[in-house]
């Protein structure tokens, strides 16, 4: 069974920083593209960042130079710190296993998705102003 398990979110003041983590199993982690998602209240998820299986990276503009995905393929983790966060941070933070191989889009998030991933509960990251 597929599991997907993410953590690290909590409640931080605008210019924190939190680290995400999630940790798999019931996969071969080291064969699958990684994804953080998010989803705020009452708007669409959106792909926040991405990696391949070679340690390609993907960010939406938003987070560029703040946020960093990274994988442990010893550990069948991936990570997400994020710095210098912002108000509009808030929203539910998913991760997501998929068949990603990479995307010459700049809508990479697409290519995630139509890869139909596995995707963990979700943890909650809010920033106060």
């Known amino acids: 069974e597929v599991q997907v398990v993410e953590s690290g979110g909590g409640l931080v003041p605008s210019g924190g920083s939190l680290r995400l983590s999630c940790a798999t199993s019931g996969f071969t982690f080291g064969a699958y593209g990684m994804g953080w998602f998010r989803q705020a209240p009452e708007r669409p998820r959106e792909g926040v960042a991405a990696i391949t299986t070679n340690g390609t990276t993907y960010y939406t503009d938003a987070v560029k130079g703040r946020f960093t995905i990274s994988r442990d393929d010893a550990k069948d983790t991936v990570y997400l710190p994020m710095d210098n966060l912002k108000p509009e941070a808030t929203a539910h933070y998913y991760c997501?296993?998929?068949?990603?191989?990479?995307?010459?889009?700049?809508?990479?998030?697409?290519?995630?998705?139509?890869?139909?991933?596995?995707w963990g509960q979700g943890t909650v990251v809010t920033v106060s102003s």
């Open positions: 997501a296993a998929a068949s990603f191989r990479g995307s010459t889009s700049p809508d990479w998030w697409s290519t995630f998705y139509y890869a139909m991933p596995s």
